[in-house]
Nanobody, 119 residues
Framework: QVQFVESGGGLVQAGGSLRLSCVAS????????FGWYRQTPGQQHELVAV???????SYTDSVKGRFTISRDNAESSVYLQMNSLKPEDTAVYYC?????????????WGQGTQVTVSS
């Protein structure tokens, strides 16, 4: 059974940092790309960052230079280091397997982790 467990969110002031973690299970982790997505109330999940099986990364324009995605295949984990946080980064953050910039397991979102950035 596919499962994603996200953690690491919290309340920070603008300019602060957080490191999110996601542990995946029920997925052939090392052979798949993964992404971090975020969602605000009433909106669809927005892709934030993707990391390929080979470690290549890509980011949505609004987080380039501030966020860094990484992975640890031995731990079946994906991370998102978020620096210079802005109030507009406030959202619930999720991870999922990614293909072409889209989440694969849309019926298996985790509980997410809330990130709140105060101005």
């Amino acid at each position: 059974q596919v499962q994603f467990v996200e953690s690491g969110g919290g309340l920070v002031q603008a300019g602060g940092s957080l490191r999110l973690s996601c542990v995946a299970s029920g997925v052939d982790f090392s052979n798949n790309h993964f992404g971090w997505y975020r969602q605000t109330p009433g909106q669809q999940h927005e892709l934030v960052a993707v990391i390929t099986t080979g470690g290549l990364t890509s980011y949505t324009d609004s987080v380039k230079g501030r966020f860094t995605i990484s992975r640890d295949n031995a731990e079946s984990s994906v991370y998102l280091q978020m620096n210079s946080l802005k109030p507009e980064d406030t959202a619930v953050y999720y991870c999922n397997r990614d293909i072409g910039g889209r989440p694969v397991y849309i019926g298996h979102w985790g509980q997410g982790t809330q990130v709140t950035v105060s101005s």
